[in-house]
Structures are given as structure tokens and as C-alpha cells.
Nanobody, 123 residues
Framework: QVQLVESGGGLVQAGGSLRLSCAAS????????MGWFRQAPGKEREFVAV????????SYASAVKGRFTISRDIAEKTMYLQMNSLKPEDSAVYYC????????????????WGQGTQVTVSS
């Protein structure tokens, strides 16, 4: 089992920045990649970014590319999402997730999920 705990969400004005963290614990040795997803009210959960846990390869959704940066600290078993130039449409619950498979954009490919952290961007 892998436990994931997100933190860092909050309320910010449009154009502002937030940094989300995801702390992993438990049997993390088999983790291949970790990703960020988000879900707004009434919408499906959508891919935001993913990072290869060992190699550090990254991939971003087009909606956030150039504004968000995903990173990880292997020693601390923590993943981050630096979010800049935030827009009201970025408002959602942000989830981190881990997978043993690949750098996937599909939520169904992820094995473990955090509880989520709310990000609200005011206009």
C-alpha cells in the first residue's frame, strides 16, 4: 500500500501562484510515476501533469503547459506542483496519484490516490 497526502491548496487571486505538495509513504519502491489530476464541480477528473519517479521525465496537459511545473524530491518522497499565472478555470480539487505502469494521462491507470486539496482562483 502507498499513502499519499496532498497539501498547499487555498484561495488565490487570478495571476497568483500556489505550490502543491504530495507526500508519499508506505511501499513506494515500485512507483513508476506520479501525477496530478484535478476535478471541478460537475466535471470529470482530468489530467494535469505526470513525472517519472526515477528518471524525471514530465508531461503536461495543454491547458497548464508553460504555467505549471511538476517536480519531485526522491529522498523526501514528495512530489510538487508549482502553479503560476493561475486562472479562475484552474479552480478544482487537485489530487495526486501514483502508478506502477507508465507516464499515463488516464486516471484509471493509477493505483493510489490522495484525498485531494482545494484550489480556488478568484477573478
Amino acid at each position: 500500500q502507498v499513502q499519499l497526502v496532498e497539501s498547499g491548496g487555498g484561495l488565490v487571486q487570478a495571476g497568483g501562484s500556489l505550490r502543491l505538495s504530495c507526500a508519499a509513504s508506505g511501499r513506494t519502491f515500485s512507483t513508476y510515476a506520479m501525477g496530478w489530476f484535478r476535478q471541478a464541480p460537475g466535471k470529470e477528473r482530468e489530467f494535469v501533469a505526470v513525472i517519472g519517479w526515477t528518471g524525471g521525465a514530465t508531461s503536461y496537459a495543454s491547458a497548464v503547459k508553460g504555467r505549471f511545473t511538476i517536480s519531485r524530491d526522491i529522498a523526501e518522497k514528495t512530489m510538487y506542483l508549482q502553479m503560476n499565472s493561475l486562472k479562475p478555470e484552474d479552480s478544482a480539487v487537485y489530487y495526486c496519484a501514483s502508478t506502477v505502469r507508465s507516464l499515463s494521462r488516464e486516471p484509471r491507470h493509477y493505483d493510489y490516490w490522495g484525498q485531494g486539496t482545494q484550489v480556488t482562483v478568484s477573478s
